[in-house]
């Protein structure tokens, strides 16, 4: 069980690292040079090559790579991911200052998903009518192909600018995280609905289920007491693709509704190419993305006694 | 077993199944039935007349797309942040916006030695900043000291080193008057002391001006002498500026006496084009920058008004090459400036708001000399040019000449809506005289690093240079500076030195005359004689704003001044 935690520890390590080394290696390799473009397009053959230096000089962009490299990952260590060239401040402020919204705006996003994954799966699963079952099972798919900035904008033009219901843009308090949370929550329930549906349908065909029907349980007491806990339990393996489509679809959301957030600073900062900001950024979910799989691997023995129970048994040897 | 059950559930004979097209059918209704709704025109009311008197008070509530990264107005290149950093900070002189000249404001009165390497400026006696700390020639020094050089110490570029070329150094005279100096002449100055767009001369408290870069993103520490102050500032969120009490130095030529009529300005950040039209609409936003070309009929037909400015500097341009093939062949250059139906351009692409070029300078700069007789469409001229210079059609329509085709390709921005359209009829215009453009029109970090390598890969660089002086065309165009059509020894039929010394003489006078026969000359010499640019159309800030709000001005670079406005009855 230890070498079992070790092992993914381990790896979640290796994957921020790689993340890091990566972002590093190809912000270099792009033909922008980094300092060209904190000037205006249009001046830029007017610039004092010793203005030039000099800017570069202030972001260490004049230092050989390996050297570089080397500082910004020494820096990064103790959580000193540099200055934003375009604003000035310290990476990590810039981040932690912009993180809470998309927290919000990510984990309603995200109980709203769940709850409409589980409706749309119960519903399926436990319909007598085979055209209702049949249209529900339909929903996920549309839920993915609609894309996000579509319905972001048809749900700002009927409930805020038509009905006037919630405010269209900006932060102020709770209603104006409603839209934004329905809006994200849309694509995020898709994949973990398709999950719930076909695990639950499995689970229904399945032995237990059988004695359940036996013993005289009601269509509701099986899907609730058996299937629901059984079926839930893969939709944790999926939640680092579900954390993949949250940060993707908080970029496009953010940008609609006019938050602030992660997303929409990972947008200008690559439109701008902040160098030390996207680095920061990619960093940062790299970072929680493998912190998520961390948590999941390590939850998973404890909720399913199959795999406790193989990590438990000493290992066998094949002669 | 329990798969029995469920087949004796489910033991209808198994249809051909409909359901799933029923319910894509429904959603396709539903969608379209939303989007219907969404978009379909909504009465406003006619707003009743407002009277004409100013009415003191009110918030108004503004729309834009870029976000302030840092409240430092010296520092801030991109929109959002000159345009805040406007009614923050004052400038020493205020450009008329119609006829371009150099009026007073914080500085009464200025003289300049025949040189123009020498500026004095005499100050203002009743100027604070909101600290209450005096504006003087002390505070003047302090400030072009830092803006030209920048202080590493604290993390602050040199913002101004660009605008201001060759700075010696400010003397403080007496307490009101500053003297600055320059190594070479430099005629341009006069007009950088009233530039109100990127990295602008605003002027900062000494308290200001000594704190570091990162200090500077508490907006409550930048202090200024300007009509409004810094209330919050909010990271890709809003702004909120509130009037400044006691102000009471407003350029003179705007008449206007005191303080500002509104009492808080939020400047809000909406990325999204069709966010900030319904807020609008709807009543959330009481005007709203960028405005898109295909939203301007509807607004207007809504009740809304829309008040635009031409961007003051050079045309959207092509700049040709003239050192790589096939740039370098003048008879290619004429034929592109005579080779596209400038007609066509104007009626599908621009609305009202926006003009085609008639010169390399836009209309509102001094010294502008129409020349739409050169800049006109005709193809029949364009290719009888290039049959002359010994282009011939090839087997695909684009001519030849010693085996090389008459391709081109060129670099652009599409950082403004109008401008790929815009290009790709030129191109199938071109193309019909036997031009080959090949197009290249990316955001600004491409551009940038494709720009880099601008003297050897590209043919046509299109862009603009914002800046309401003549001079602009040496700063740009002169193969000491900025040489923006790469004129070298290599240049075909091009005397360097002339074009040096002709776009070099408008750094060399300020008297109106002179200036203006020294711009009528270098036009020409870029348009006519030489052929290094194809001036396309002039660029627009579009404004459209709800029919109770007056008073915004457009300043002589179209940035806006609210110290003016304010909201009337009908809010």
């Known amino acids: 069980m230890l070498r079992y935690a070790a092992l993914k520890t381990g790896r979640a390590l290796f994957v921020v690292w790689a993340a890091f080394t990566l972002t590093f290696a190809l912000l270099f390799v792009l033909p922008a040079d980094p300092v060209s473009l904190l000037f205006d397009p249009a001046e830029i053959n007017t610039i004092p090559p010793e203005v030039r230096e000099q800017v570069a000089a202030n972001y260490g962009f004049d230092q050989p790579v390996l050297v570089q490299y080397l500082s910004r990952l020494g820096h990064a260590l103790t959580g000193d991911f540099g200055h934003s060239v375009q604003s000035g401040k310290p990476v990590t402020e810039a981040v932690l200052a912009v993180l809470p919204s998309t927290l919000a705006l990510a984990a309603g996003a995200l109980v709203l998903a769940l709850i409409i994954a589980f409706a749309i799966a119960l519903i399926a699963s436990s319909t007598r009518h085979r055209w209702v079952k049949e249209l529900i099972e339909s929903l996920p798919s549309a839920s993915v192909s609609v894309p996000v900035f579509l319905s972001g904008i048809l749900i700002l033009q009927i ?88 940060i993707a679809g908080s970029v496009i959301t953010e940008t609609v509704f006019a938050r602030e957030g992660v997303g929409r600073m990972t947008q200008t900062a690559i439109n701008t190419l902040d160098v030390p900001l996207v680095q920061g950024i990619v960093v940062f979910v790299a970072a929680s993305f493998a912190l998520i799989n961390l948590i999941v691997d390590l939850i998973y023995p404890l909720l399913d006694p199959r795999l406790r129970a193989v990590l438990a048994a000493p290992a066998v040897r094949t002669a | 077993m329990s798969d029995l059950r469920s087949s004796i559930e489910s033991a209808e004979a198994s249809r051909r199944r409909k359901w799933p097209w029923a319910a894509a059918a429904a959603a396709v209704v539903v969608i379209v039935a939303g989007t219907v709704l969404a978009v379909s025109q909504r009465d406003s009311g006619a707003d009743p007349a407002a009277s004409d008197d100013p009415v003191s008070g009110g918030t108004l509530e503004f729309a834009l797309i870029d976000y302030q990264r840092s409240p430092d107005p010296q520092w801030g290149t991109n929109y959002a942040e000159s345009l805040v950093g406007n009614n923050i900070t004052d400038k020493l002189t205020w450009q008329d916006p119609d006829t371009g000249e150099i009026t007073p404001w914080l500085a009464e009165s200025w003289e300049y030695n025949d040189d123009l390497t020498e500026f004095t400026f005499h100050l203002r006696h009743d100027v604070t900043f909101s600290d209450g700390t005096p504006f003087n020639a002390e505070v003047v020094k302090a400030n072009f000291d830092q803006y030209v050089h920048g202080d590493p110490a604290l993390d602050i570029n040199a913002n101004g080193a660009a605008l201001l070329p060759g700075y010696i150094e400010t003397q403080a005279l007496d ?264 197009l290249t029109v990316v955001p600004i970090p491409d551009y940038t690093a494709n720009v880099a390598n601008a003297a050897t890969d590209w043919n046509i660089v299109a862009a603009n240079r914002s800046r309401n002086d003549p001079a602009v065309l040496n700063l740009h165009y002169s193969p000491a500076l900025g040489n923006a059509s790469f004129v070298t020894g290599d240049s075909p039929g091009i005397d360097v030195d002339e074009v040096t010394e002709v776009l070099g003489q408008l750094e060399t006078t300020l008297d109106p005359t002179e200036r203006a026969a020294y711009a009528a000359a270098a036009q020409d010499l870029l348009i006519e004689k030489y052929a290094l640019v194809n001036p396309i159309y002039n660029p627009s800030q579009v404004i459209a704003q709800a029919s109770y709000v007056h008073g915004i001005i457009f300043d002589a670079q179209s940035r806006n001044h609210f110290v003016d406005a304010w909201k009337g009855t009908g809010t």
């Open chain 2, 175 to 438: 307490e009101y008057t500053a003297v600055v100096r320059f190594e070479k002449p430099l005629a341009s100055f006069l007009q950088a002391t009233s530039f109100t767009a990127n990295a602008q001369p605003g002027f900062l408290s000494l308290s200001t001006l000594a704190l570091n870069a990162e200090e500077r993103t508490d907006a409550t520490k930048i202090i200024g002498t300007g009509p409004f102050v810094y209330e919050s500032w909010e990271e890709q969120v809003k702004t909120v500026v509130v009037k400044r009490d006691g102000y009471n130095w407003s350029p003179p030529a705007i008449g206007h006496d005191g303080e500002a009529y509104l009492d808080k300005i939020v400047f809000n950040s909406i990325p999204e084009a069709s966010v900030r039209t319904g807020s609008l609409v709807s009543g959330t936003i009481d005007a709203t920058l960028d405005v898109g070309t295909t939203d301007e009929a509807p607004l207007t037909e809504q009740g809304f008004d829309i008040i635009s400015r031409g961007v003051s500097g050079t045309a959207i341009f092509f700049n040709f090459n003239s050192q790589l093939f096939p740039t370098n062949d003048i008879a290619v250059r004429k034929a592109i400036q005579l080779g596209w139906d400038r007609e066509a351009v104007e009626q599908t692409v621009l609305t009202d708001s926006y003009s085609i070029a008639t010169s390399v300078l836009a209309p509102s700069v001094q010294g502008y000399v129409d020349h739409s007789d050169s800049l006109r469409y005709d193809p029949d001229e364009a290719a009888r040019l290039l049959d002359e210079a010994g282009w011939v059609p090839g087997d695909d329509g684009i001519r030849v000449k010693d085996g090389k085709r008459l391709e081109l390709k060129l670099l652009g921005i599409n950082n403004l809506v109008v401008n790929k359209p815009a290009y790709e009829s030129i191109h199938e215009d071109l193309q019909d005289i036997g031009i080959d453009l090949q």
């Open chain 1, 159 to 246: 409930f805020s600018f038509r009905l006037g219901w919630f405010p269209a843009f900006g932060d102020d308090g709770p209603s104006s995280l409603v839209l934004p949370i329905v809006t994200l929550a849309i694509p995020v329930s898709g994949p973990i609905a398709e999950l719930l549906v076909r695990n639950f349908a499995i689970e229904l065909r399945s032995g237990y289920v059988t004695t359940s029907w036996a013993k005289g349980a009601t269509r509701a007491q099986v899907i609730t007491g058996d299937v629901s806990r059984n079926a839930s339990l893969p939709a944790l393996t999926i939640a680092g693709i579900t954390f993949g489509n949250l």
